[in-house]
C-alpha cells in the first residue's frame, strides 16, 4: 500500500475522531439543570420516566405502585419538552392517567372504560399487547373449571359469572399467562405480555449489540444457563459439543491437570501458521490462557464463524472468533451475594491392558523362540528358557529370582491415585441506576493422577460501571488469576507400561530401585519420580486483565467509546529433576527456570451512529481505529549438578554447567475499520464492513492490507404471505461473502537469524553462531487471506418450539503462511512463505427443540439441543504447483494432518499363496526361510504393493486416514421436573482416523525386551491377522506404525449433571434467595468406539492422535449453588 | 466532575498517542536474535567458525551419523540385533532414498557448508583482525568445507557444489561433476596446508583444531581417492604419496608420531595424543561438551551372563558385531599381532556373585558342530567370569574352567560376540547407560601410513608400500615378534593392503569409503558378509540415494537428478 495514502488516510481519521471528542466537550458543558426535558427512552418503565422527570425539573411524582401494575413500558424520545407533553405521550393507552399540579405530579386509576356495558353478573373486560394493539383468540378460563371463553377480534370479551370469587387465566400462543383474581372488578383491562422469544435475545457482536433476529452473520451463542450445567476448570472444556462448527478436543489425549483443550472453529485453514480461534473477552483481544479464567465468571460465550461477522476483527478474525463476556452488576438490582462450589475427585478412566506375568511370559517365550534360528528351543516348554542366560528369556539373575518368586506386579495400580477436585466461588453483584458492580473471589484446585500433579487456581475480578451524567457511562473490570501447575512434565506413562511384571520397584532392603530388574536396566523405576522433592516441575502464572471504556452518547445518534485493555501475564516456570528419576535415570541432576514477563494491550476508538430514515430504514455505522501490541521476554537458565536436592531450582549457584538464554518479542497491529448496518422494515437487512489493518510482521511493503465483507440478511417470516403462518414462527435466510486474514506466524520472519551452539576444544568451552536453516529471512512476507462465503437459513416453528439454523460455507484461503521446505543444498531447511492454498467447506446443523413446554412445575418439561456439523478440508494448491510435500505429510487434494504410510494388509501366513507372493516380492527364498530363523516372514506384517511393481518400495506408501471426521456434533438434552433438573451432554464423531502413540512405542515393542500391550500376536497356530509375532531380534517390528491407525469414531456422554433446587420456603429459612444443589459426572461413558473396542485404547477423543501421555480422566462432582 | 476531566485527558491524549505512533509501530523491534549480517563481522567470523567445528557432531555422534554408512555394509561390521539401522546397514528392499542416514549427513553437511562459506566470503573482508589471524581462520573454514564436501562426495558421487554464501535461499538446485567437486576440495585443501598452524600438538592448539598435518592427511586422501574414481587425474596417487610422505617426514618436527602401544591410541581419556590429527570434541560438560552414543553401538550382551552391566564394559545395545571374517579371517594372526585383543574384548570380571545351585543350571556351547550343555559357573565378584578366548577350545577345556566360555563358532546374533572397543567409556560416566563424553577421533597418523602404502602400490611402487606398511605392523607386533609382522614387497596386494587397514583402523569411519575406491564393495560384501547384506547388495550401491527430501524440495527447474538404480 501507498505510504502517502496512508498518511493522508492517519490524519483524516484523527482529525474526525479529534472532531467528535471536541464536540462531545461542547455538549457536556452545556448541559445543566432545566426545566424542560430531553428523554431518550426505549420500552423503559414509567417509574424510569417518573425518576427522569423529578431529576431533570424538579418535580415529584405521586403513585401508588399497584397502580402501575398494569402498565406497558414507553418509548419515549424527547428533546427540550414539556412535563405535559411528555406525560401524554407516555399515558396513551395506559391503564391509568395523571393529573398535573404545579410541582407534583399525581398517577390516578382511569374512570372506567367506557365502551363495554356494565352488568354486576358479568365480567367484561378488553385484552391488548404490550403495544396496545387488542389480541383476539385470548383464551379465559375461570381457574379449576373448564368454563371459558375468547377474545374477539377487538379484544373484547365478556364472561357471567355466578361467583365473582375466582381466578380468571388467560393464556395465548406466544404470551405469558396471566391469572387475575376478579372479586369486586367487573371490567379489566388486560395487558399480556410476549413471551420472551430467544429470536429476541440480544447477541454481542464484535463492537456491539444485536437481536438475534436482526444478525446476519453466522453466529452462535451458548448462555450463562448452559454454562453452569457443566462444572469445569476452563470455558474450554465446556463448550465442547454444544455449538456446530466448534471443535473442542484434548490436545494429544493428554490429561494432566491444566491441560488446555485444542479449539477449532470451522476447521484448520493456515499450514504455517496458527489456528487457534482469537478470543475476545470483555471486547479485549485476550492472549492469556484459558486456565487463566475462572468459568464461573463467564455469562456468555458467542462464537463467531463467518467471514462477515469475523470480519470486524480482520487481521486475527480468520480461525473464528470466541467472544466471552464476564458478569457484570445490573442497573437497580439489590446486592446479592452469591456462592457457588464443588466437590469430588478425579479419577483415571481405565487401566492401559498390558500384558500380567504369565502372558508375558509366553510372549517372551515367542519372542526368543521367534529371535533365534531354527530348531534352536524344543517348543514354549523347551527349559532352557525359563534361565537368565543366554538361551534363557530372563535378562538376569535377579529377575529370574523374582519370576520364582511368583512376583506380578501392577505397575498402573502402584501408580494411579485418585485426586480430589475442588472449587470455590464468592461473589456480590448490584448496582443501582448509575453505578453497578461485580465483584467475586474463586479458588480451584485440582489434583492429578500422579503424585505431585496438581492445578491450583486464585482469581479475583472487580466490575464497575458508572453513569457520569447522563451521557457519559465509564467502567472498568479486572480480571485477575495466579495459577500455580505442579508437574505438568511428570510422565512416566513409558516406563510403567514397560516394566516387567515380574520386577518390583522396591530392593530388599525396601528402599526404591533405580531401575528396574530384567528389561537390560532400560526401564527406570517410575515410582522414583514420586519421591517427594526428587521431580520438582513448577509453573505459576498470573494473568492480570483489565478493561476500561469511556463511552459518550453524542447527538443525534452519535455515540463514542473508547475502549482500552492491557493484560500482563508474567509465569515463572522451574524445575529440578534429581538423578534418580526416569529423567535423568542416574546422571547429573538437572535444574531449569524461566522467567517470562510481557504484556498485551489494545486501545481501541469507536464511533457509531444510529439513525432511522423514513421510520422504515435504520442505520447503524460503526467506525473503529485500533492497535495492539504485544510485547513478551524471557530468560532462562540450564545447570547441571545442584550441590544438594534440596535447592532444587531456587538457587543455580550451587551448580554447574549454567547456560543461560532469552528471548524478546514484539508486533503490533494498526487498524481502521467501517461497518454499516441497514436494516428496512426489519425485513431486509445488510452489513458491509471494511477493514484495513498493518502488521509489523509482514515484510514492508506489504505490511498493510484491506478486507472488505458483505452480508445480507431476509426476515422472511415478517413478509406478508407468513406473517399469520401457524407453523412457522421465525425464517431468514442469510448471505455472506468477505475476506480476513491471518498473520499469526512468530514475528521477525522476515529478516534471516542466526543459531547458537555450544562446543568445546579439549577444556575450553565455547560458542558458535551460525545461520538458522530453518529461518532465513523473507523480504517479501505478506498477509494470508481466507475469503469465505457463507449461507444460512435461521428457522423457527410451531411458535419457536423449533429453533435453529443450517449453514453452509465455503472458505478458500490464499497466501498461506507456509514454512515451505527447501532443498538443503540451498544451505536452508525451510523457509515461511506465502504459498498455497486451502480450502474448507462445511455444513452446519443446529436446532433446539422443546418437547415438552412443562406448563407449570409439576409436568416434566424436555428441551434437546441438537448440533451436527462436518467440514471438508482441501489443500488445493503447494507452492510452485507441487502436487504433494511428503516432509509435510501435505498432498494437493486431500486435508491437513494425513497418514501417510504403507497399507496394512495383515500377516503374513505360512500358506503356500503368501509364501509365493514373498518370493514373487523378493521378500524370502525359500520356505524355511519364510517360516524359520530370526529374519523368517511369516508372521511379521504384510503391507500392500500399491503400485504393483513386484516390490515394497516406498512408493507403495499412500493416504490411509486423517484426523479429519466425516461429521462430528453435540446433543444436550435438558428435563426438569418439580425441582428436579437433568442435563445430559452427548458429544459424537464419525469417521476420521487417530493414531495412538501408545500402540506404536515401546509399549508395543513386540521385542519381549520389555511388558508388552496384551494384544493377539501371531503364532504359528493361531494365525493371527492384525498383530505380528514378538522377535527378541527386532527393536521393533516392521511397519508397526501401520498397526497403530485406528477409526476414531465414538460417541461419549460429557457430563451428566443432576440438580435440584431447594424450594423457596426452605431456601427463605437461611435467607437465601435460591438454593440449588447438583452431582455431575464427566466423561462417564464412551460408546462406539472402534479404538476401544478393537485395541483396549482408553478414550479415543483428542484433537489430534493419542500421544503416550497422562491417561484420561473420569470426574465425579458435587456441587453447590446460593445466592443471598 | 474529577472523573469527567479525566475522561477527557484520556480521550484527548489516546488521540495523540495514538495516531503519529501510527507507523512506527510496525516497525519490526528485535532483541533476541542475531541477524545475518552479524555474520558479516569480526567477531561473526569468529563465532561461524566455532560453529562450523560444532556441526562435526551432527555427523560423528548421532545414531544416524556416518558409522552407519561407513562401518557397516562392508565386510567388517554386520548387524547384530534389529535396530533403525536395519535397512541401511543390510541394504534390504526397505532402504531406499527416504532413509533418515542419507538426509542426515547430507543436511547438516550443506547447513555447515553454507556456514563455511559466510566464513570465507566474509572473512576476506572484515577489518579489525590482522591477516595473519584472517588467513588462519579463512583456512580453517575451507579445511572443513573441503571435509564435509569429501563425505559427500565419497558417499553420493557429484553433488550440488556451493561455493558462496547464501542469504536467500532457492527451490532450485543442480549436481556439480565429479571433477568439479573434487577441483573445488583439492583448492580448499591446498590452501590449507600452507595456511593453517603447523601441528595439533604445538602452539598450544587446542585440541579438535585444523592444522597443516590434518589438512596433508586429508588432501592424500582426497588424492587416493579421486585417483580411482571416475574424475581421476594423472597425478593423483604421486601427489597423494608426496602429501602423506611429507606428513610422515615432518611428523616429528610436528611432535606427532606413532603411539608405541596400538592399545593406547583408542585409550579412554587420551583422545589428544601425538598420533591423533583431528579429532571431534566432547567433554563431560553436559552442556557445552554435549555426548554421543557410539560407546553403546558395539557392546555385545555379556549383562546376560554377569547378571548386570558395568561402567567398564558398557550399555549392551547390542547393534553391531563383526563378521566371522573379520574376527577370524582378517584378525587371524592373534599370536604376533597385538591388534586382535587390543580391538575386542576377551575378559569380563564379575560385578555379581554367581551362584546356582549345584548342577542346576547349564549353557550351550557348541564344539566342532555338536552342542554340549556346560554347568554355569560358580562365581565370586572380581573373579573372571566371561571369557572369549578369540579361538577355538575343546569341550574338556571349556569345562574345566569356572567361567562362561564362548569361541568362535558360538557367536550367535544377538548376546554372544566380543565387544569392539575403541569407544567404550568407562571414566567419563556416572551410569552405565549414560552416552559418552569422549573426543573422537577422525584423522589419525596411522592411517597417513597405509594412505602412503596405497598410493606407492597404486604408483607400483610396493617395496615403498611394503616399508609404510612394515612401519604399523612392527607397532601392532606382540612382544619379540616384530621380525614375523614384518612383510615383504610380494605381498603386497590390494586385498592385503584392505585387510590390513581392517586390522589397523576397524570401525574407525573409512571402510566403506576404502572399498568403493578400490571397487571391492560389492565382490567383499558378497565374499564376507555373513548376514542380509551379502544377499541383498547390488552393483548400484557403491552409492548412497539421494534423501528424498532434497529431490522433494527442488521444485523449481529441472528435477533433482537421483544416483542410479534409487
Not at chain 1, 523368517?936 to 513386484?950: C, E, M, N, Q, Y
Request: aromatic share 12%; glycine share 8%.
Amino acid at each position: 500500500m501507498d505510504r502517502g495514502f496512508l498518511s493522508t488516510r492517519t490524519m483524516l481519521i484523527m482529525r474526525i475522531t479529534s472532531f467528535f471528542l471536541l464536540a462531545l466537550c461542547m455538549h457536556v458543558s452545556a448541559t445543566g439543570l432545566s426545566q424542560r426535558i430531553t428523554l431518550s427512552l426505549k420500552n423503559a418503565r414509567l417509574t424510569r420516566v417518573f425518576d427522569e422527570i423529578s431529576r431533570q425539573t424538579g418535580m415529584s411524582v405521586v403513585y401508588r405502585e399497584e397502580l402501575l401494575k398494569d402498565t406497558r413500558p414507553v418509548t419515549i424520545q424527547v428533546k427540550d419538552a414539556s412535563v405535559e407533553e411528555v406525560m401524554k405521550t407516555c399515558f396513551e393507552g395506559q391503564p391509568v392517567t395523571y393529573v398535573i399540579d404545579q410541582n407534583t405530579v399525581h398517577i390516578q386509576q382511569k374512570a372506567s372504560v367506557d365502551s363495554l356495558a356494565k352488568d354486576p353478573q358479568t365480567i367484561t373486560g378488553v385484552v391488548s399487547d404490550p403495544k396496545g394493539q387488542p389480541l383476539s383468540g385470548v383464551s379465559i378460563v375461570v381457574k379449576g373449571t373448564n368454563t371459558g371463553v375468547t377474545t374477539d377480534e377487538d379484544g373484547k370479551f365478556s364472561i357471567r359469572l355466578a361467583d365473582d370469587n375466582v381466578i380468571l387465566v388467560f393464556t395465548l400462543i406466544g404470551y405469558a399467562p396471566q391469572e387475575i383474581r376478579v372479586k369486586g372488578k367487573t371490567l379489566l383491562a388486560i395487558t399480556l405480555k410476549e413471551k420472551p422469544s430467544p429470536l429476541d435475545d440480544i447477541v454481542i457482536v464484535g463492537y456491539g449489540t444485536r437481536k438475534r433476529s436482526d444478525i446476519t452473520g453466522a453466529v452462535s451463542t451458548v448462555g450463562e444457563k448452559e454454562l453452569r450445567n457443566i462444572p469445569a476448570g476452563n470455558i474450554g472444556t465446556i463448550l465442547q459439543g454444544t455449538v456446530a462448527g466448534l471443535s473442542v478436543l484434548k490436545g494429544g489425549g493428554n490429561s494432566y491437570p491444566g491441560s488446555t483443550p485444542v479449539i477449532r472453529i470451522r476447521g484448520e485453514r493456515s499450514l504455517g501458521a496458527g489456528s487457534d480461534p482469537l478470543i475476545i473477552l470483555d471486547g479485549i483481544p485476550f492472549a492469556g490462557s484459558l486456565n487463566d479464567i475462572s468459568p464461573d465468571e463467564i455469562v456468555s460465550a458467542e462464537v463467531l464463524k463467518d467471514a462477515s461477522s469475523t470480519a470486524i476483527y480482520g487481521a486475527r478474525g480468520s480461525n473464528g472468533v470466541l467472544l466471552i463476556q464476564t458478569r457484570r452488576g445490573r442497573t437497580q438490582q439489590k446486592p446479592q451475594v452469591t456462592y457457588s462450589g464443588y466437590a469430588g475427585f478425579n479419577k483415571v478412566l481405565g487401566q492401559y491392558d498390558v500384558m500380567d506375568a504369565s502372558q508375558f511370559l509366553t510372549f517372551r517365550k515367542w519372542a526368543k523362540i521367534n529371535g533365534s534360528a531354527a530348531g534352536a528351543y524344543t517348543g514354549l516348554d523347551d527349559p532352557n528358557l525359563l534361565t537368565s542366560g543366554s538361551l534363557g528369556i530372563f535378562s538376569d539373575p535377579k529377575e529370574l529370582q523374582l519370576y520364582q518368586a511368583g512376583t506380578n506386579t501392577n505397575w498402573q495400580k502402584l501408580l494411579y491415585k485418585t485426586e480430589l477436585v475442588t472449587n470455590h466461588q464468592v461473589g456480590i453483584s448490584g448496582g443501582t441506576e448509575n453505578t453497578q458492580y461485580d465483584m467475586a473471589l474463586g479458588y480451584y484446585n485440582a489434583g492429578g493422577i500422579y503424585p505431585g500433579q496438581q492445578m491450583t487456581r486464585y482469581n479475583f475480578k472487580i466490575s464497575i460501571d458508572h453513569n457520569l451524567g447522563k451521557f457519559i457511562r465509564v467502567g472498568l473490570s479486572t480480571l485477575n488469576s495466579y495459577t500455580y501447575f505442579k508437574g505438568p512434565n511428570i510422565n512416566p506413562v513409558n516406563y510403567f507400561l514397560q516394566a516387567s511384571p515380574f520386577s518390583t520397584p522396591y530392593n530388599t532392603d525396601g528402599t526404591l530401585s533405580t531401575y528396574l530388574p530384567g528389561s537390560n536396566q532400560n526401564v527406570y523405576n517410575p515410582l522414583t519420580d514420586f519421591v517427594p522433592g526428587a521431580l520438582v516441575d513448577d509453573d505459576k502464572r498470573h494473568d492480570n486483565f483489565t478493561t476500561a471504556y469511556a463511552e459518550a452518547n453524542l447527538t443525534h445518534g452519535f455515540k463514542y467509546r473508547l475502549n482500552a485493555g492491557i493484560e500482563m501475564s508474567p509465569e515463572t516456570v522451574g524445575k529440578f529433576y534429581g538423578s534418580t528419576t526416569t529423567k535423568q535415570a542416574g546422571t547429573q541432576n538437572y535444574g531449569y527456570n524461566s522467567n517470562s514477563t510481557g504484556y498485551n494491550y489494545t486501545l481501541e476508538n469507536i464511533l457509531t451512529y444510529d439513525k432511522t430514515v423514513a421510520k422504515d430504514h435504520v442505520f447503524n455505522f460503526t467506525g473503529l481505529y485500533s492497535l495492539q501490541k504485544t510485547q513478551s521476554e524471557n530468560n532462562n537458565v540450564t545447570y547441571r549438578n545442584v550441590l544438594a536436592d534440596y535447592i532444587q531450582y531456587y538457587n543455580p549457584f550451587y551448580a554447574t554447567s549454567i547456560t543461560s538464554s532469552g528471548s524478546y518479542s514484539k508486533w503490533a497491529i494498526i487498524s481502521f475499520m467501517g461497518r454499516l448496518n441497514y436494516k428496512f422494515k426489519d425485513k431486509y437487512l445488510a452489513t458491509f464492513t471494511i477493514r484495513d489493518d498493518g502488521s509489523s510482521r509482514l515484510a514492508t511493503g506489504n505490511k498493510w492490507h484491506t478486507f472488505p465483507s458483505g452480508a445480507l440478511a431476509w426476515n422472511i417470516a415478517k413478509e406478508s404471505f407468513l406473517n399469520s403462518s401457524r407453523y412457522v414462527s421465525a425464517l431468514k435466510l442469510r448471505a455472506s461473502y468477505g475476506t480476513t486474514a491471518n498473520t499469526s506466524i512468530s514475528p521477525y520472519q522476515t529478516v534471516g537469524t542466526l543459531n547458537g551452539v555450544y562446543y568445546n576444544f579439549g577444556t575450553d568451552n565455547v560458542q558458535g553462531t551460525y545461520p538458522d536453516p530453518s529461518h532465513p529471512g523473507n523480504a517479501t512476507l505478506g498477509w494470508e487471506n481466507t475469503s469465505s462465503l457463507n449461507i444460512g437459513l435461521d428457522y423457527g416453528l410451531f411458535n419457536n418450539r423449533l429453533l435453529g439454523s443450517i449453514e453452509w460455507y465455503r472458505q478458500v484461503t490464499d497466501d498461506i503462511l507456509l514454512s515451505q521446505s527447501l532443498p538443503a543444498t540451498s544451505g536452508y531447511s525451510s523457509i515461511v512463505n506465502n504459498i498455497g492454498q486451502t480450502q474448507n467447506i462445511g455444513m452446519e446443523f443446529s436446532v433446539t427443540s422443546v418437547n415438552l413446554t412443562g406448563h407449570n412445575q409439576h409436568s416434566l418439561s424436555w428441551t434437546t439441543n441438537i448440533n451436527v456439523f462436518y467440514n471438508r478440508g482441501r489443500i488445493n494448491k503447494l507452492s510452485s504447483g507441487a502436487l504433494k510435500d511428503i516432509n509435510n505429510g501435505w498432498f494437493v487434494g486431500s486435508p491437513n494432518h494425513i497418514f501417510y504410510d504403507y497399507q496394512r494388509v495383515g500377516i503374513w501366513q505360512n500358506t503356500p499363496e503368501d509364501l509365493a507372493l514373498a518370493q514373487k516380492y523378493g521378500l524370502t527364498t525359500t520356505q524355511a526361510a519364510y517360516t524359520t530363523g530370526a529374519n523368517s516372514l511369516a508372521g511379521t506384517v504384510k503391507v500392500a504393493d500399491r503400485t504393483g511393481d513386484g516390490k515394497i518400495t516406498a512408493d507403495d506408501k499412500t493416504i490411509i486416514g486423517g484426523w479429519q471426521p466425516k461429521l462430528e456434533g453435540g446433543v444436550t438434552n435438558n428435563f426438569a421436573y418439580r425441582n428436579f433438573d437433568l442435563t445430559v451432554v452427548t458429544y459424537f464423531k464419525i469417521g476420521g482416523t487417530l493414531q495412538s502413540g501408545i500402540h506404536n512405542g515401546f509399549a508395543n515393542s513386540f521385542q519381549g525386551v520389555y511388558n508388552n500391550l496384551d494384544v493377539k500376536y501371531w503364532t504359528p497356530d493361531n494365525h493371527a491377522n492384525y498383530w505380528p509375532k514378538p522377535n527378541l531380534t527386532l527393536q521393533f517390528p516392521t511397519y508397526l506404525s501401520t498397526l497403530s491407525y485406528f477409526d476414531a469414531s465414538y460417541l461419549k456422554i460429557r457430563t451428566i449433571t443432576l440438580g435440584y433446587t431447594v424450594p423457596d420456603r426452605i431456601a427463605k429459612k437461611i435467607s437465601g434467595k435460591s438454593i440449588r444443589i447438583y452431582a455431575s459426572a464427566s466423561n462417564p461413558f464412551t460408546f462406539f468406539s472402534p479404538y476401544m473396542r478393537d485395541a483396549k485404547g482408553l478414550d479415543p477423543e483428542t484433537g489430534s492422535n493419542i500421544d503416550v501421555n497422562t491417561p484420561p480422566l473420569w470426574s465425579m462432582l458435587f456441587g453447590i449453588n446460593v445466592s443471598f | 466532575m474529577i472523573m469527567k476531566k479525566i475522561f477527557y485527558i484520556t480521550a484527548i491524549t489516546s488521540v495523540f498517542i495514538l495516531g503519529p505512533a501510527c507507523t512506527k509501530e510496525l516497525k519490526e523491534e528485535n532483541h533476541s536474535n542475531l541477524t545475518v549480517d552479524f555474520f558479516a563481522t569480526a567477531q561473526g567470523v569468529d563465532n561461524g567458525l566455532l560453529a562450523a567445528y560444532a556441526g562435526l557432531r551432527n555427523i560423528y555422534g548421532p545414531e544416524e551419523g556416518i558409522e552407519v554408512f561407513t562401518n557397516l555394509g562392508c565386510d567388517e561390521m554386520r548387524l547384530a540385533n534389529g535396530n533403525r539401522t536395519t535397512n541401511a546397514v543390510t541394504y534390504n528392499s526397505s532402504f531406499n532414498s527416504s532413509n533418515e542416514f542419507s538426509a542426515t549427513i547430507w543436511n547438516n553437511s550443506y547447513r555447515l557448508i553454507n556456514t563455511c562459506n559466510g566464513l570465507v566470503d566474509f572473512g576476506a573482508k572484515v577489518t579489525g583482525i590482522s591477516d595473519a589471524v584472517k588467513k588462519e581462520k579463512i583456512a580453517e573454514a575451507k579445511f572443513l568445507r573441503a571435509f564435509y564436501y569429501f563425505n559427500l562426495v565419497q558417499l553420493f558421487g557429484g553433488v550440488t557444489l556451493n561455493t558462496h554464501f547464501s542469504d536467500a535461499p532457492t527451490t532450485a538446485a543442480s549436481r556439480a561433476s565429479l571433477p568439479e567437486c573434487y577441483d573445488f576440495i583439492v583448492s580448499d585443501l591446498q590452501a590449507a596446508v600452507t595456511d593453517l598452524t603447523p601441528s595439533p600438538q604445538q602452539n598450544a592448539v587446542e585440541p579438535g583444531r585444523a592444522s597443516i598435518a590434518a589438512a596433508k592427511h586429508l588432501l592424500a586422501k582426497v588424492y587416493l581417492q579421486r585417483g580411482s574414481s571416475g574424475a581421476a587425474q594423472p597425478n593423483d596417487y604421486q601427489n597423494a604419496l608426496g602429501m602423506a610422505k611429507s606428513l610422515i617426514d615432518n611428523a616429528a618436527s610436528y611432535g606427532l608420531g606413532l603411539l608405541p602401544n596400538f592399545g593406547d591410541v583408542f585409550k579412554a581419556g587420551n583422545e589428544a595424543n601425538k598420533e591423533v590429527l583431528f579429532s571431534v570434541q566432547y567433554s563431560k560438560d553436559l552442556t557445552y561438551g554435549s555426548s554421543h552414543l557410539w560407546n553403546h553401538l558395539y557392546v555385545c550382551g555379556y549383562d546376560a551372563f554377569l547378571g548386570q552391566r558395568d561402567l567398564t564394559d558398557g550399555r549392551s545395545y547390542s547393534w553391531f558385531r563383526g563378521t566371522s571374517w573379520m574376527y577370524n579371517v582378517a584378525f587371524a594372526d592373534k599370536i604376533n599381532d597385538g591388534r586382535y585383543y587390543k580391538t575386542f574384548q576377551s575378559v569380563w570380571y564379575a560385578t555379581l556373585p554367581i551362584a546356582p545351585k549345584a548342577g542346576a543350571l547349564t549353557y550351550n556351547v557348541t564344539v566342532s558342530g555338536t552342542t554340549y550343555a556346560v554347568p554355569v559357573p560358580t562365581v565370586k565378584v572380581g573373579d573372571t567370569a566371561l571369557f572369549y578366548p578369540g579361538y577355538n577350545m575343546t569341550i574338556t577345556d571349556i569345562k574345566s574352567r569356572n567361567y562362561y566360555v564362548f569361541t568362535p563358532e558360538n557367536y550367535t546374533d544377538s548376546k554372544i560376540f566380543p565387544t569392539m572397543t575403541k569407544y567404550l567409556d568407562p571414566i567419563n560416566r556416572t551410569t552405565v547407560n549414560e552416552n559418552s563424553h569422549r573426543p573422537i577421533t577422525i584423522m589419525r597418523l596411522g592411517e597417513t601410513y597405509l594412505v602412503a602404502a596405497e598410493a606407492a602400490f597404486r604408483l607400483g611402487q610396493n617395496a615403498t608400500a611394503a616399508s609404510y606398511i612394515n612401519v604399523i605392523r612392527s607397532r601392532a607386533a606382540t612382544v619379540g615378534n616384530t621380525a614375523n609382522m614384518q612383510i615383504a614387497d610380494t605381498d603386497i596386494n590390494i586385498d592385503f593392503i584392505l585387510d590390513e587397514r581392517t586390522r589397523e583402523l576397524a570401525c574407525e569411519q573409512v571402510r566403506w569409503f576404502d572399498l568403493v575406491r578400490n571397487h571391492k564393495l560389492i565382490e567383499r560384501v558378497r565374499k564376507y558378509d555373513d548376514y542380509l547384506a551379502k544377499a541383498n547388495i547390488q552393483d548400484f550401491d557403491t552409492l548412497r540415494p539421494i534423501p528424498l527430501s532434497q529431490v522433494n524440495a527442488v521444485i523449481t527447474g529441472p528435477p533433482y537428478p537421483q544416483n542410479t538404480g534409487w
